[in-house]
């Protein structure tokens, strides 16, 4: 593994102002990178459109695209896009490092989360989504591969390679005849139209959520199309080994998160931080609140499709420590600043990390 590391041509080349230093991860769109941007003494991430794509026009577009969108959002629990552009034919897009690791690295390593964790950080993605939501930006790719959380316990949710402005459809792009998104996290309307709106990222919390508390993901299938025909089809069932565990708050905060209609599913953010919170004092009042990794949790191989996803290449060496801390809780009232605290009395010295890597 190491050898690819070394010969990865991207490494010490720069674009623009920043000198790739190792890679962070890959996604569907391109790989992202480590780098140093020498003038403000400051590590940034760098993703690159990959060669294959730079004469498609469509996929330059998208690109630039989400480098305007993500540009103008600006929230605590959003990745900051710090500048876009061109150098020696590639295209490169370069924002806030955010040090640690995404949470489906987190789950694969972990197998599931325990429910306050899982709970306080699907509420910090609701509240990136509140934002971008306000701001006229749906983000159509809300699944644990695209939520970093931070070292600090920060939580930021990052690529907005598909996300669309809810005002400007006109200039929607789509991949002819194929469908965006991520397969298992798509909300039916958005595998059945193109006209859809911010309760697809509702949708797609609700099963990231859903998965966070299960350490499995619904609608499996053999096939990218076989798990689509399952997502319009099947219900999202609510395991009960996991569900009869934990006080139905949390049961119920999924349920209506993804209704497979979406005239019956939770309208708004606002909405979806209420049914959080009620879940999150149903947890506290059970005693259920450590935020620690679940003792013994099984450590899951995780489905082809999403280990491809997460599967980056990067040597173990290289690949980023876990999060010394847990996202802290969202207790503020709605509206109150969004930033998480820094951590209250709850260390967790000495805890084993199943998989221990
Ligand atoms: N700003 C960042 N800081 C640290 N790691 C990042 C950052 N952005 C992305 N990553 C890592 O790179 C992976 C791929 O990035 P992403 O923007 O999701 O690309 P894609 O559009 O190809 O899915 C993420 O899942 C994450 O592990
Ligand atoms: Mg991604």
């Given at each position: 593994?190491?050898?690819?590391?070394?010969?990865?041509?991207?490494?010490?080349?720069?674009?623009?102002?920043v000198v790739a230093k190792s890679i962070?991860?890959?996604?569907?769109?391109?790989?992202?990178?480590?780098?140093?941007?020498?003038?403000?003494?400051?590590?940034?991430?760098?993703?690159?459109?990959?060669?294959?794509?730079?004469?498609?026009?469509?996929?330059?577009?998208?690109?630039?695209?989400?480098?305007?969108?993500?540009?103008?959002?600006?929230?605590?629990?959003?990745?900051?896009?710090?500048?876009?552009?061109?150098?020696?034919?590639?295209?490169?897009?370069?924002?806030?490092?955010?040090?640690?690791?995404?949470?489906?690295?987190?789950?694969?390593?972990?197998?599931?989360?325990?429910?306050?964790?899982?709970?306080?950080?699907?509420?910090?993605?609701?509240?990136?989504?509140?934002?971008?939501?306000?701001?006229?930006?749906?983000?159509?790719?809300?699944?644990?591969?695209?939520?970093?959380?931070?070292?600090?316990?920060?939580?930021?949710?990052?690529?907005?390679?598909?996300?669309?402005?809810?005002?400007?459809?006109?200039?929607?792009?789509?991949?002819?005849?194929?469908?965006?998104?991520?397969?298992?996290?798509?909300?039916?309307?958005?595998?059945?139209?193109?006209?859809?709106?911010?309760?697809?990222?509702?949708?797609?919390?609700?099963?990231?959520?859903?998965?966070?508390?299960?350490?499995?993901?619904?609608?499996?299938?053999?096939?990218?199309?076989?798990?689509?025909?399952?997502?319009?089809?099947?219900?999202?069932?609510?395991?009960?080994?996991?569900?009869?565990?934990?006080?139905?708050?949390?049961?119920?905060?999924?349920?209506?998160?993804?209704?497979?209609?979406?005239?019956?599913?939770?309208?708004?953010?606002?909405?979806?931080?209420?049914?959080?919170?009620?879940?999150?004092?149903?947890?506290?009042?059970?005693?259920?609140?450590?935020?620690?990794?679940?003792?013994?949790?099984?450590?899951?191989?995780?489905?082809?499709?999403?280990?491809?996803?997460?599967?980056?290449?990067?040597?173990?060496?290289?690949?980023?420590?876990?999060?010394?801390?847990?996202?802290?809780?969202?207790?503020?009232?709605?509206?109150?600043?969004?930033?998480?605290?820094?951590?209250q009395g709850n260390p967790r010295p000495?805890?084993?990390?199943?998989?221990?890597?």
């Amino acid at each position: 593994m190491s050898e690819i590391q070394h010969t990865d041509p991207i490494i010490g080349q720069t674009f623009g102002n920043v000198v790739a230093k190792s890679i962070l991860g890959r996604g569907g769109m391109g790989a992202v990178y480590l780098g140093h941007h020498p003038g403000l003494d400051m590590m940034v991430a760098i993703k690159l459109l990959p060669d294959l794509f730079v004469g498609k026009r469509e996929m330059v577009e998208r690109f630039l695209r989400e480098a305007r969108v993500s540009g103008r959002l600006q929230h605590p629990n959003i990745v900051r896009t710090l500048d876009v552009g061109r150098d020696h034919g590639v295209y490169y897009l370069v924002m806030e490092y955010v040090e640690g690791v995404d949470a489906q690295r987190l789950l694969d390593r972990e197998g599931r989360f325990s429910p306050m964790r899982a709970v306080n950080i699907a509420g910090f993605v609701a509240r990136a989504l509140g934002e971008a939501h306000d701001q006229g930006v749906i983000h159509r790719d809300i699944k644990p591969a695209n939520i970093l959380i931070a070292r600090d316990g920060k939580v930021k949710v990052t690529d907005f390679g598909l996300a669309r402005s809810i005002t400007n459809t006109a200039t929607a792009l789509t991949l002819s005849n194929q469908v965006v998104g991520t397969p298992n996290y798509m909300a039916p309307e958005q595998i059945k139209s193109m006209d859809v709106d911010a309760r697809v990222d509702i949708y797609a919390l609700g099963v990231t959520l859903w998965q966070f508390l299960t350490g499995a993901l619904p609608f499996e299938g053999a096939t990218p199309m076989a798990v689509l025909l399952n997502v319009v089809g099947e219900q999202l069932q609510m395991p009960k080994e996991t569900f009869d565990t934990l006080p139905k708050e949390l049961r119920e905060a999924v349920v209506a998160m993804t209704a497979k209609d979406p005239r019956r599913r939770l309208p708004n953010i606002p909405a979806v931080l209420a049914v959080l919170k009620k879940a999150r004092d149903a947890l506290r009042a059970a005693g259920m609140d450590s935020t620690a990794p679940m003792p013994g949790a099984p450590v899951r191989a995780s489905s082809p499709q999403v280990k491809s996803l997460s599967d980056t290449g990067v040597p173990r060496s290289q690949a980023v420590p876990p999060p010394r801390n847990d996202p802290q809780s969202f207790t503020k009232p709605l509206g109150s600043d969004v930033q998480p605290r820094p951590p209250q009395g709850n260390p967790r010295p000495g805890t084993p990390r199943p998989g221990g890597r």
